[in-house]
């Protein structure tokens, strides 16, 4: 049921792309406002937080509404109530929690036939929350006999130019190169400015699922090499029709592919695959060896804090909403990283919680040591800004984090524009 629920979100994700793109549908008439007392949503531990809950049609109060809410930690709501009559137009609920964490009040309100959600998130002193993921002893010898053993297979990469796709100043290609034996390729879009020299380099890594892709080339058209890969060992020129056969067929979950051997797990040739992304950019004679960067959201976002760990020749990295982030904290009863491995299972198997630990993008977040970037919402019900604080929290290098409060797993075009400024900046380009 959740592999259903994650497929149909990213199915849903497309058609709202492609909808606001042509201006055929924008929102809903109808608006389920939930409203924190504090203007940055931030409160201290034991502080109450006062939500106001409010149904608006075209900008104006609705009264006599019927609606559900919960309210408690995400994922955990310990108050739900049911058919509540909004009789002048609000509701005014109260929570607070006792140890650091996010308190979620979320609402369904029943318009006619139709059923609209709205919600909003308390911050109690995230600084303070710590992740329940631990360190296997043997995590850096597991992933440096890894990447040895893998870099025992050559590259051999090949280059096929896409003439349709390259612009006045900017070639577009699509790349392979051999990952973890021989035969087993990436594939990605290289976007590399036309004008001879030595540029800086950014590896774009994908969040869940499998699509075509279409490269970087506004970055590259100022002066970088942008790389952007797949991580399913397919070509990434497809058509969707291609791609949804093997979301619905071959490739279906594959993020549970097994979970239960470390060794065999399917995203340890994702994870690997994006280290041989860098070893095939410091390939390019154009690579000024000097700036590289990393990023991504949700399952890109894990990628982006996992490549800035394994290879040092990252110099920096953003991560938008990652996913992955403190696995088991499900079996302690607080919200977990997706894709949700051990929640609400309560006899988890054991083979599973120790192979996912080599795959938890806290234990990679300890090992971070050069700049990140990092900005997620509080309303995030696919990436929970707990199991996201939680490794953040772990991070010892410089690091930044821009909340924008009400997102959830989405970004708003301001959070977008100040994330590209950032990597821009990284780089030296404008």
Partial sequence: MNCIKYIISGVLLSCWLVQSTSA???????RVVVSPDHSDWKYNIGENSTFTIQVFKAQNLLKDVTIDYELGPEMYPAEIKKQILLKDGKLVVKGRMTESGFL??????????????GLATAAYQPEKITPFATLPEDFDAFWATSLSEVRKTALEPTM???????????NVYEVSFQNMRWGSRTYGILCMPKK?????????????????????IATA??????????????????????YDKLVYGALFCYWDINKNNRDAFYYKRVFIGA??????????????????????????GALSVVTAALDKR?????????????????????????????YQKENSDKTELEATRYYDVVNFARRLSVPGWFSWGYNDEVCPPTSMSAAYNCIASPKELHPYLETGHYWYQEQYDEWNKWLWKQMGIK
């Avoid at 096929?160 to 900017?170: D, F, Q």
């Avoid at 020299?197 to 970087?216: C, H, M, Q, S």
Wanted: aromatic share 10%; proline share 5%; glycine share 12%.
């Fill in 196 to 216: 001879g020299g030595k540029y800086p380099a950014l590896l774009r890594v994908p969040g869940a699922g499998i699509r075509t892709y279409y490269g970087d």
């Fill in 160 to 170: 096929l130019l896409l003439p349709e796709r390259c612009t006045e100043t900017v």
């Fill in 24 to 30: 055929q549908v924008r929102g809903n008439e109808i």
């Fill in 221 to 242: 058209s100022k002066g970088a090499i942008t790389l952007e890969i797949g991580v399913h060992g397919i070509p990434v020129t497809m058509t969707q029709e291609y």
């Fill in 275 to 300: 280290v041989r992304a860098v070893d095939f950019i410091c390939s390019l004679p154009q690579y000024n060896g000097n700036a590289l960067g990393v990023t991504g959201s949700s399952q890109g």
């Fill in 104 to 117: 979620r009040c979320k609402v369904k309100a029943y318009v006619g036939e139709r059923t609209y959600e």
């Fill in 314 to 342: 990252v110099t920096f990295f953003a991560a938008v909403h990652p996913a992955m982030c403190d696995l088991v904290a499900s079996l302690n009863k607080r919200a977990c990283g997706w894709p949700h491995y051990f």
